[in-house]
């Protein structure tokens, strides 16, 4: 089945550095990845919508210059928090849709972000 | 009002029970539906689409009523290995393949 590989799983930084969450679909091309963001016990909430060789569509509230998002390519989308804080500790998962397989819509893994 | 609303549960019920979970969504033009799985820290994975005549997949029955936008999850003979956060997620604008999802509704199944 299709694969969607993020990386890292869990990163502690620092406040004020920011930090590159990667996410790679492995066996299909994904024109599009979405970002959602969970804090806990909370729904998942898209942060924005990545796509292939153009500017990401970021829901509303969420700062474009805050969370970087680039998606170079049709395999690769990554996103950069910007000059974290310690609100910004949140879990992020990416997700990409699958042509032609039912539901089609596969998740990373998640990364756990914690900034102290 | 949510988008998409969900008894949070949690709900904790002996292994073989059959359990529950509604869930309701509040745009009328919603076009897909779909339960997940979330497992402590990890990522949602699709347990099952919702069609309009209803679906079952083993021990699992999900069922969609549009007209009070009302969407069920049937788990019957219930595991340990049950217990998970589940969560309605719908898609709203389907031309955009966003989903919607819930807060989810956690099962804990005892021994």
């Known amino acids: 089945g299709a694969v ?3 990386h890292p799983s869990r990163v502690i930084c620092k406040s004020g550095t920011s930090v590159k969450i990667e996410c790679r679909s492995l066996d299909f091309q994904a024109t ?4 959602y ?3 806990p016990k909370k729904s998942l909430m898209l942060m924005a919508t990545s796509n292939e060789g153009s500017k990401a569509t970021y829901e509303q509230g ?4 805050k969370f970087l998002i680039n998606h170079a390519s049709l395999t690769l989308s990554t996103l950069t928090v910007t000059s974290a804080h310690p609100e910004d500790s949140s879990f992020y998962i ?3 849709s699958v042509l032609g397989q039912g539901a089609g819509y596969t998740f990373g893994s998640g990364t756990r972000l914690t900034v102290v | 009002r949510k988008e998409v609303e969900q008894d949070p549960g949690p709900f904790n019920v002996p292994e073989g029970a ?3 979970f509604n869930c309701t969504y509040s745009n009328s033009a919603s076009q897909s539906f779909f339960w997940y799985r979330q497992d402590c820290r990890k990522e949602p994975k699709l347990l099952m689409s919702v069609y309009s005549s209803g679906n079952e997949d083993g021990r699992f029955t ?3 009523n549009r007209a009070s936008q009302y969407i069920s999850l049937l788990i019957r003979d219930s595991k340990l290995s049950d ?6 997620v719908v898609n709203i604008n389907g031309s955009a393949r966003q989903l919607t999802f819930g807060s989810g509704t956690q099962l804990t199944v005892l021994p």
């Open chain 1, 32 to 35: 599009t990845m979405f970002w």
């Open chain 1, 4 to 6: 969607v590989s993020q």
């Open chain 2, 62 to 64: 999900a069922q969609l």
């Open chain 1, 94 to 96: 990416c997700s990409a």
């Open chain 1, 37 to 39: 963001r969970q804090f």
């Open chain 2, 83 to 88: 217990s998970a956060t589940y969560l309605c």
């Open chain 1, 62 to 65: 969420v700062e474009k210059d």
């Open chain 2, 18 to 20: 059959t359990v529950a």
